[in-house]
């Protein structure tokens, strides 16, 4: 059930610009129809801002994960539009443990701290380490700075980008604008005619695939209104749609 969890923490990571936003998408695959829900809530005041998101299965998945929770969050300051990470923090709780990842940005240093906090059977423990990499950035910061980076989506070609939260080693995430037979069998894959498409590679082993690869439909704004994840193993294609917005 992870990998149906950090589906979802991925594919609303995209955000409009705006004073506070709170999104909601569901996840389904095949005929067992619906098995997720997510929501991520987007705030900005006095130049820091500040993500908070959930995410949980739901029905038979919600069963079979023991009533696992995720939750992250990332917060730090605007500097000239983009997102500048101070804090990155993931917890994840299930009916029996809970555990807890928190990420320090030093970036003056060129340097990140992580704290690790587990609770298991009412005892807790904590270890402290230095990352081997320095980012600028987490994942849900990358994502949201993700037009800064691409140039409005004006782009071919593929692109390096670096996060705290991607590949255990380095950060590295690979995004791709797919052109040509790549591009046409993603539209008909999506099912949209018209967007700004493109494949992301976490480059982490999850979703059953290597390398993470992720299909998504932006608008315009920078937000994700559709997510595919195809063959998935034991699962067949997860999707996952903008089914709510809110803005301020």
Same mark, same amino acid.
């Given at each position: 059930?992870?990998?149906? =969890? ?46 908070? =998101? ?12 023991g009533g696992r929770v995720e939750s992250y969050e990332s917060e730090g300051r605007v500097v000239d ?94 995004? =791709? ?5 790549q591009l046409k069998r993603l539209k008909d894959d999506l099912g949209k005619k018209r967007g700004n ?35 998935? =193993? ?15």
């Amino acid at each position: 059930m992870k990998k149906i =969890i950090l589906f979802l923490l991925i594919i609303f990571t995209t955000f409009v610009d705006a004073k506070m936003i709170k999104a909601t998408y569901k996840v389904s695959f095949g005929i067992f129809g619906s098995i997720g829900k997510a929501t991520a809530i987007f705030e900005v005041k006095d130049k820091k801002y500040h993500i908070s =998101i959930s995410a949980k299965a739901t029905g038979l998945a919600k069963v079979l994960s023991g009533g696992r929770v995720e939750s992250y969050e990332s917060e730090g300051r605007v500097v000239d539009g983009v997102l500048v990470p101070d804090i990155y923090k993931g917890v994840t709780k299930t009916n029996s443990k809970r555990s807890e990842k928190i990420y320090y940005f030093l970036h003056k240093q060129k340097r990140v701290d992580l704290l690790k906090i587990r609770e298991k059977d009412g005892k807790e423990s904590k270890s402290e380490e230095s990352l081997k990499y320095y980012a600028k950035n987490d994942i849900l910061s990358l994502f949201f700075n993700i037009k800064h980076f691409l140039n409005d989506f004006h782009f071919r070609g593929k692109k390096v980008l670096y996060a705290v939260g991607a590949n255990k080693k380095d950060g590295r995430v690979d995004i =791709i604008a797919p052109s040509g037979e790549q591009l046409k069998r993603l539209k008909d894959d999506l099912g949209k005619k018209r967007g700004n498409f493109l494949i992301v590679f976490i480059n982490q082993k999850i979703f059953a695939s290597k390398r993470g690869e992720l299909f998504l439909d932006i608008n315009d704004e920078g937000m994700a209104t559709k997510a595919l994840l195809k063959d998935v =193993i034991l699962f067949g294609d997860i999707r996952g749609v903008l089914e709510k917005v809110e803005k301020d």
